[in-house]
């Protein structure tokens, strides 16, 4: 049997990592503890994968280290440490101890030293050895016996993942680190050289740093960009080259009390970690440890607290008898909200099926109803039909109001749930008023992922049971109906009851900002019943004629391939980035653009399409070739598998709560990036098809995001064009190449279009003559003469980016903010990219504002008027409509006018609506 590898923590590492990385947790009196949860987090569960092996969790200790006595400067730019972290290392450190782990913290020394001396000890006796961190320094530790791994992110470094990862060997990461420095420890290195040049230059001489200054030489020959340069510039940073290897150098030979003996895992002090637990608030983690203590035979005095501060005394009920569920009836009839889930067979809201239901009416009571639960020896349950028909009512009162986690999968759910085999006979909630996964979405897009379990972490610093916990993982894994009610019950229960409880504290949070809360109450909330009505409605697909442009596409790629084959003069794999590297670059000679970490010359999309840019034959047909081969893969094959069987539509599922902006997603299929740009892209659409009796009406937004920037500008020239029903790209035109309206040429007004949109995108200069085919003093010159006729637009950019520096976020003219954390970076790579969202996001998330608010105002009116029209898809700024043929020309008119109208500008809203048998007539 193999030894169990010796764990080394870097615990200084982990420490920093969890307290940016994580939610920031605080208890009920203000203390500061979420990097103490994710550090003792990532703990357990690596004790968990190292049962049996000895562990050093290891700290930087106070005081500096004989680094600093060699560079006055080493980690000089480092910020002081944080009060909110600080307050937790104390509390940390004694959590470690109590579980029983060795702790360490050596003077004079860092965390590394210490790791790195303990790893080449046991490697040097021949035991394996795990180093947990995050820190990329340690790869200079990884050998045969000696790997790293980062339990934030599940990866794994071996001597083979060092090289992949940063194209040097191990015993390179030190000359690595030297040349190219490390700004976050302030380790100078030398100057203009990143991480690609110092593994090609260490690649290139085969050794390290005192080979490479001894072969500068041949360092102008080595395949590096501006390698020319490179000699001058490491002869004049030698010096500095040479003190960065010593100070990027791991110390191996630390002097320590203890040997690899003394790490063996200790027992938990159950006194001190129900103390401890206690003040932090860790309620699951208390009530853990005092059934540990008990198992082992050790009675656990709880700490005296204040009531708030231990764990809640929960009331979770399975029902199985009708007395019980009169009980819960009434409760829910009395209450003026309540939280309600389904627990179902599956994610597909279209076809799973319905297994139980759970409610809650108050913080930390809830029940579960289950359904159709079916192991062997299960207790007998409710009548399924009896049970929906007396919850019926209440669920379809719109004055009863209900709170829901992702409410619009349970709505879909029970429109779905046939009550006595009656398919059309489902429960159609109503009276949602809130849902905490919009909630939170709303508060702050991309503080966190907007799932019941980050959410119930975060906010109410609560641990959930996953359903991985319950029903197992992989092939072998348990569907809902198939999970005992022992564990099925709390679980489900639980799900209502943190609804509640995260919707109590989210609605707080979002009264004290009444621009978030207008925005959750009148755009987001009104759009939950709508989509999904329009993923019940689906969409309807002819399968026979994406088979058809299945086998076309397949025949075309088939001719791309030997057109390949023709160019390179031999046959190859086309998915090969071996195989293609060697033809494009060995036998063709191609320009290299770009290397991989590993130093080979890149065949990614974005340099191939560079490469056809430059008119370069086989790059050009390979583009073409992976356009078709994604359109196959992606559309025609697929969408075929997608057709639900009950149905016979296409039922995608959009996401309100992904992107940033405000924006909708779908997936299941992705109906956003069917491509349009080319004929065959377009085909797809041609798939799309109305039922017999029927045509489908697109209605789409007219060039939204300019009016949008016209009226956030207040520019006098845009809101001229836009008022007088110009063509705004051809205005542009005139004024930026000085010219009549009628005499601005098509290339003027192509290039016009692309200065109008690609500055809503913050283009540079550089990208907008790559696109318009100038070079970049002709197309700066172009974006002057621009601003000089627009000043309105240079204003609001300045404007924006001022506003967004001050207060950290920007807004929709509808309020919904989005905020921006790296608006004030030292990294001016970051803090570009951040003003250029600054600049965007108002435009692309008012515009997502629009549409959202017209979906409602349209599907009020379908829903009152009657009429035989649905919406079936929703793509950017564009709704398609099935509608009966008779009615075409009053829907096109009404659908024009409510979205029109759906919110009113400086500038009038234009929406082009077409008709036609399949979605691409009808676009």
């Not at 040097?168 to 490390?182: F, H, K, R, S, T």
């Not at 009980?327 to 179902?344: M, P, R, S």
């Not at 969409?539 to 790629?557: F, R, T, Y």
């Not at 697929?638 to 599922?653: A, F, V």
């Amino acid at each position: 049997m193999s030894q169990a590898p010796l764990v080394l923590v870097d615990g200084s590492s982990y420490l920093y990592r969890a307290f940016h990385a994580l939610p920031p947790l605080t208890t009920s009196k203000g203390l500061p503890t979420g990097a103490v949860k994710g550090v003792l987090n990532m703990l357990k569960s690596l004790r968990k994968q190292y049962p049996d092996s000895p562990f050093a969790v290891v700290f930087d200790a106070k005081g500096g280290t004989f680094r600093d006595d060699m560079y006055a400067e080493y980690k000089a730019n480092r910020p002081s440490m944080p009060d909110d972290m600080r307050v937790q290392i104390e509390p940390l450190h004694q959590s470690v101890i109590a579980l029983g782990f060795p702790l360490l913290c050596v003077e004079g020394v860092e965390a590394d030293d210490v790791i790195g001396t303990l790893a080449r000890s046991s490697a040097a006796a021949d035991r394996p050895v795990v180093i947990s961190t995050g820190d990329k320094d340690m790869a200079q530790l990884v050998d045969g016996h000696i790997t790293l791994v980062n339990t934030m992110t599940g990866s794994a470094l071996d001597v083979d993942g060092v090289k992949e990862k940063f194209g040097v060997a191990p015993e390179q990461i030190i000359d690595y680190l030297a040349l190219m420095g490390d700004s976050s420890d302030n380790i100078p290195g030398v100057p203009g050289i990143g991480p690609k040049t110092a593994s090609g230059l260490l690649v290139g001489v085969n050794g390290g740093l005192t080979e490479l200054y001894a072969q500068l030489d041949i360092v102008p020959t080595l395949p590096i960009r501006g390698a020319k340069t490179l000699p001058a510039k490491l002869e004049e940073h030698k010096e500095m080259a040479f003190l960065s290897y010593k100070l990027a150098t791991i110390k191996i030979d630390v002097p320590l009390d203890i040997g690899l003996d003394d790490l063996q895992m200790g027992q938990p002090d159950h006194d001190k970690l129900a103390e401890l637990y206690t003040l932090l608030e860790f309620k699951s983690w208390f009530e853990d440890n005092q059934r540990d203590a008990k198992r082992s035979g050790q009675e656990v005095v709880a700490p005296v607290v204040e009531e708030a501060a231990v764990a809640a005394e929960l009331k979770y009920t399975t029902i199985l008898t009708q007395a019980d569920f009169d009980v819960w009836l009434q409760k829910l009839n009395d209450a003026k909200l309540f939280a309600f889930d389904t627990e179902t067979t599956g994610i597909d809201a279209q076809q799973a099926q319905l297994v139980g239901l759970s409610f809650a009416v108050q913080a930390n009571e809830a029940a579960y109803i289950p359904l159709t639960h079916s192991y062997m020896g299960v207790p007998e349950q409710l009548d399924r039909d009896t049970v929906l028909r007396a919850l019926k009512p209440i669920l379809e009162d719109p004055s009863k109001l209900k709170v829901g986690q992702h409410a619009k999968f349970d709505m879909n759910i029970l429109a779905n749930c046939a009550i006595g085999g009656d398919q059309s006979c489902g429960i159609t909630v109503q009276g949602i008023a809130f849902d905490t996964m919009l909630e939170s979405y709303v508060l702050d897009s991309t503080a966190t992922r907007h799932d019941m379990d980050s959410l119930a972490l975060k906010y109410l610093n609560h641990t959930t049971t996953g359903f991985t916990d319950i029903a197992g993982k992989g092939a072998k894994q348990l569907t809902f109906d198939q999970i005992s009610l022992e564990l099925a019950g709390p679980y489900a229960a639980e799900d209502a009851d943190v609804t509640l409880r995260l919707h109590q504290t989210l609605q707080a949070k979002l009264n004290a900002i009444p621009s978030l809360s207008k925005v959750l109450s009148e755009i987001e909330m009104p759009l939950v019943p709508v989509l999904a009505r329009i993923e019940r409605q689906g969409a309807l697909v002819d399968a026979e004629l994406l088979g058809i442009q299945s086998v076309e596409l397949g025949k075309k790629m088939v001719e791309l391939e030997r057109e390949a084959y023709a160019i390179a003069g031999e046959e190859f794999n086309l998915g090969s980035p071996k195989q293609l590297g060697a033809i494009l670059y060995e036998k063709l000679g191609l320009p290299v653009l770009s290397k991989t970490a590993k130093g080979q010359a890149s065949t990614a999309e974005a340099v191939l399409a560079e490469l056809a840019d430059q008119d370069f034959t086989l790059p050009k047909v390979l583009m073409q070739y992976r356009s078709m081969s994604k359109l196959k893969s992606t559309y025609t094959d697929r969408l075929p598998e997608q057709i639900n069987p009950r149905t016979g539509r296409i039922h995608t599922s959009y996401h309100q709560a992904v992107a940033a902006t405000g924006r909708l997603s779908s997936s299941d299929p992705n109906l956003q990036n069917i491509p349009i740009r080319t004929a065959e892209g377009r085909r797809i659409r041609q798939a799309f098809v109305a039922p017999k009796g029927y045509k489908l009406l697109a209605a789409d937004y007219s060039q939204i995001e300019l009016r949008i920037m016209a009226h956030l500008a207040k520019d006098e020239g845009l809101l001229h064009a836009f008022r007088n029903d110009l063509d705004v790209h051809k205005a542009t035109a005139a004024e930026v190449f000085g010219v009549e309206l009628t005499d601005v040429t098509t290339d003027q007004r192509r290039s016009a279009k692309a200065i109008n949109f690609g500055l809503i995108y913050g283009m540079s200069a550089f990208g907008l003559a790559k696109q318009i085919g100038v070079d970049r003093k002709q197309s700066q010159a172009y974006i002057d003469r621009y601003f000089a006729r627009y000043p309105g637009v240079l204003a609001y950019m300045e404007r924006t980016r001022t506003q967004a520096a001050e207060q950290g976020f920007v807004e929709t003219i509808f309020g919904r903010r989005l905020y921006l954390p790296e608006i004030n970076a030292k990294n001016p790579a970051l803090r570009k990219g951040a003003e250029r969202t600054a600049i965007n996001a108002p435009m692309q998330g008012t515009a997502a504002d629009i549409i959202k608010k017209a979906m409602v105002a349209v599907d009020n009116w379908l829903t009152s008027s009657g009429l035989d029209a649905k919406v079936i898809l929703q793509v950017h700024d564009e709704l398609v409509l099935e509608v009966r043929e008779d009615l075409v020309d009053q829907v096109r008119e009404e659908i024009r006018t409510h979205m029109s109208n759906a919110v009113t500008l400086d500038v009038p809203l234009l929406v082009e609506v077409g008709v036609g048998n399949n979605w691409d007539e009808a676009h």
